[in-house]
């Protein structure tokens, strides 16, 4: 059972417009949440995170959304640029119970057109 | 060199063979990680290190076999796998793995891993 679901396998976007990621998640303990990009043959690279204290954080281009009630969280890339186009996961954890456990969503490949 | 470099970067291996990946970290950190990543799979997290000592084995065959000389070295070491094993393997490090905002994981680029 797949506790992070990134439902979107593939997107595409036109450089310049805004570029939208979502990512569910089931269990409503999970109260920290985070973002990796992955070019291919690189590993992930931390993106943004997001405590659930917050429903916002943003840097720079990148903004994720937290939606507690809806267990459902999005990055949005403003604007996208083709060195954008990469994968993205979605991942998220325990922290109140000290634990380190990541659970990943399955990605989503990110295409920014020029 | 910074970050977490891993090597080799390919391996192709025989399921007799036994081989070694290595991980390295030049971030100061004190917790090490072993990720598999399989196609059209999610990161699976395989085993936890914090201070060098062992903290997490999830549920990983005993084909796998990790050591954490030091907080800064991570190995994995390959016996008698099977193709299913093919996978892209990852390590990572954090500050400690005490989880939440400080100790957010840093990956290397990862070791793709083919067994014949």
């Known amino acids: 059972d797949q506790q992070v679901k990134q439902n979107s396998p593939s997107l595409s976007v036109q450089e310049g417009r805004i570029s939208i990621l979502n990512c569910d998640y089931t269990?409503?303990?999970?109260?920290?949440f985070l973002w990796y990009k992955k070019y291919p043959a690189e590993g992930p690279t931390f993106l943004i995170s997001i405590s659930s204290i917050k429903d916002k954080n943003e840097d720079g281009r990148f903004t994720v959304f937290l939606n507690k009630s809806a267990k459902h969280l999005s990055l949005h890339i403003v604007p996208s640029q083709p060195g954008d186009s990469a994968v993205y996961f979605c991942?998220?954890?325990?922290?109140?119970?000290?634990?380190?456990?990541?659970?990943f969503g399955t990605g989503t490949r990110l295409k920014v057109l020029a | 060199e910074t970050g977490v470099t891993q090597t080799p970067r390919h391996l192709v291996m025989g399921m007799t063979n036994k081989k070694s990946l290595k991980c390295e970290q030049h971030?100061?950190?004190?917790?090490m990680y072993w990720y598999k990543q399989s196609a059209k799979k999610p990161l699976e997290l395989m085993f936890v290190?914090?201070?060098?000592?062992?903290?997490e084995n999830n549920s990983v065959p005993s084909r796998f076999s990790p050591e954490c000389p030091n907080s800064s070295h991570l190995f994995l070491h390959l016996h008698t796998l099977q193709p299913e094993d093919s996978a892209l393997y990852l390590c990572a490090s954090s500050s400690t793995a005490a989880g939440g905002s400080t100790d957010t994981q840093y990956f290397g680029p990862g070791t793709r891993l083919t067994v014949l």
């Open positions: 290190y914090n201070f060098k000592e062992q903290t």
């Open positions: 991942a998220a954890s325990r922290t109140t119970s000290g634990t380190y456990k990541y659970i």
């Open positions: 971030l100061g950190h004190n917790a």
């Open positions: 269990n409503s303990m999970f109260d920290y």
